[in-house]
């Protein structure tokens, strides 16, 4: 966003830029910044905090009206209260025959957990209002299917017409992730995000569904297949053997 | 060299460039969208009548948290605390529109949406943006 910053700001247009990586603000040298010590993804701090957001903001407004420049990094005092585990938390209830691995094969693991899941999700949807889960723009059992059709070798085509079938397997990818994470948010306590992601990536078929489509994709000869199997389905601190 | 502007707490309109959104429109699924494919150099635009349940997140990255936004857009789009601010007469108003750029472009194939986006900031009197990562 640094160069964005520079452009506004040669059209007149005052900015200030929120980072997450300091380091990486310091090397791209956007007009102004505030530096946020907050995880990736949550650039004004913690959800379902509208006083600890505001903070923020002003802070960041606050940087505006400095004089002295050209590039300007102040930072952000407060850790996020929501980085830390919940011991309350639990995830949700799934067999650890779909879960783990006796109930039939992994792609059928994976639509099997997804109907498992639907109550939960429900949960989620009927207390925060909404779902992120939409990006394929297929419902979440047809998504299910298509990436458990990929596992299965089977390479579907893609079931929209403008999107090619990689691009079609990423967003599916996308949905059931999001749809398991709100699945297992739709409780009172709060989760960290990690406690989500040791969770989703660890115990479920779905996560183990992504990692093994990941190693498949990865062999394949289609570059733009192996491009998003390699960089865009497991995060580069979960692929197994990233340590 | 960019230009550093004073401005104080009353007359500031502001508006946001968040990264990696884009707007679902329309429920229930298979509505059409425009969502970011790769290092898409444009920006797509976000109406600051945009409902919670209509953004998503499109962006290429899948290195960063996701479920700080599943719960609470503001997370990385803070709308509804900027009009609070605004309410509060912090700041001086909201801008009518804003937008989201893939981020991790390359800069020169950014450099012409980056200025049409300045004329359309300045039709909306917008006088100051905040740049959010994810």
Redesign the interface.
């Given at each position: 966003?640094s160069?964005?910053?520079?452009?506004?700001?040669?059209?007149?247009?005052?900015?200030?830029?929120?980072?997450?990586i300091r380091p990486q603000t310091e090397k791209t040298k956007?007009?102004?910044a505030l530096w946020v010590p907050f995880?990736?993804?949550?650039?004004?701090?913690?959800?379902?905090d509208?006083a600890f957001?505001?903070r923020v903001?002003?802070a960041?407004?606050q940087v505006?009206?400095?004089?002295k420049?050209?590039v300007l990094i102040e930072d952000f005092p407060d850790d996020d209260p929501?980085g830390r585990p919940d011991p309350a938390w639990h995830p949700p209830f799934i067999p650890a025959g779909v879960a783990a691995g006796s109930d039939g094969s992994l792609a059928a693991r994976l639509v099997a957990e997804i109907v498992l899941l639907r109550d939960a999700h429900q949960r989620w949807v009927a207390q925060?209002?909404?779902?992120?889960v939409?990006?394929s723009?297929?419902?979440i059992s047809e998504c299910a299917r298509y990436v458990a059709d990929w596992l299965r070798g089977t390479a579907p085509a893609s079931p929209r017409e403008g999107f090619s079938a990689p691009?079609m397997l990423r967003?599916a990818v996308?949905d059931v992730?999001?749809y398991c994470?709100?699945a297992a948010?739709a409780e009172i306590a709060k989760p960290s995000?990690r406690q989500?992601g040791d969770w989703f990536w660890n115990e479920t078929a779905a996560g183990a569904t992504i990692h093994a489509l990941r190693e498949a994709c990865l062999s394949s000869e289609d570059e733009r297949l192996k491009l998003i199997a390699g960089n865009?389905?497991?995060?580069?601190?979960r692929v197994r053997g990233s340590g | 060299m960019p230009r550093f502007r004073n401005k104080t707490p009353g007359d500031r309109t502001g508006a946001v460039a968040a990264q990696g959104c884009d707007r679902l429109l329309g429920r229930p699924c298979r509505a059409w969208r425009n969502p970011f494919r790769g290092r898409d150099p444009d920006y797509r635009v976000i109406p600051a009548d945009t409902r919670p349940e209509e953004l998503l997140i499109s962006h290429i990255s899948i290195n960063f948290d996701r479920t700080g936004f599943q719960e609470d857009w503001n997370v990385v789009f803070p709308l509804d605390r900027l009009r609070e601010l605004a309410a509060e007469g912090t700041i001086g108003s909201v801008g009518q529109t804003h937008y989201s750029f893939m981020g991790a472009t390359d800069p020169v194939q950014m450099e012409s949406h980056a200025r049409e986006l300045a004329g359309r900031l300045k039709s909306d009197q917008v006088d100051a943006v905040i740049l959010p990562p994810v």
């Open positions: 966003m160069a964005l910053g520079h452009y506004l700001e040669e059209e007149g247009i005052a900015t200030v830029a929120i980072s997450l956007p007009p102004r995880e990736l993804g949550r650039p004004f701090g913690p959800p379902s509208p957001q505001k903001i002003l960041a407004l505006l009206e400095r004089e420049g050209p929501r925060h209002g909404r779902t992120t939409g990006l723009g297929l419902p691009l967003f996308d992730k999001a994470l709100e948010a995000s989500l865009f389905m497991v995060p580069a601190a | -």
